[in-house]
Nanobody, 119 residues
Framework: QVQLEESGGGLVQPGGSLRLSCAVPGSIPSLAMWGWYRQAPGKRRELVARIRKDGQILIADSVKGRFTISRDEAKDTVHLQMNSLKFEDTAVYLC?????????????WGPGTQVTVSS
């Protein structure tokens, strides 16, 4: 199955920044919505931020004011800019691509990229 391609994870100190990228392979036809999720060990997967093709953006309360999501239409890439990172932001971050403005079991996912916030 074709997957989205995340990059940009890594190890960062508290207060630092990282920029994650999610590239959509050319083999995937036009998507309508992209989302960044995260899953920490022992915790449920949660939505971090979402952007629709019409530009509408949703940011989770837990990261509001620190994270932003954007889309480069020309490169078919979605970015998650993460600033003022905290220990509790440590997780595997996954990108999700949806055909419509609602999620479904047929959505595309990436394998995930690890973000570790540690001093």
């Amino acid at each position: 199955q074709v997957q989205l391609e995340e990059s940009g994870g890594g190890l960062v100190q508290p207060g630092g920044s990282l920029r994650l990228s999610c590239a959509v392979p050319g083999s995937i036809p036009s998507l309508a919505m992209w989302g960044w999720y995260r899953q920490a060990p022992g915790k449920r997967r949660e939505l971090v931020a979402r952007i629709r093709k019409d530009g509408q953006i949703l940011i989770a309360d837990s990261v509001k004011g620190r994270f932003t999501i954007s889309r480069d239409e020309a490169k078919d890439t979605v970015h998650l800019q993460m600033n003022s990172l905290k220990f509790e932001d440590t997780a595997v971050y996954l990108c999700r691509g949806s055909w419509a403005y609602s999620v479904s079991d047929s959505d595309y996912w990436g394998p995930g990229t690890q973000v570790t916030v540690s001093s």
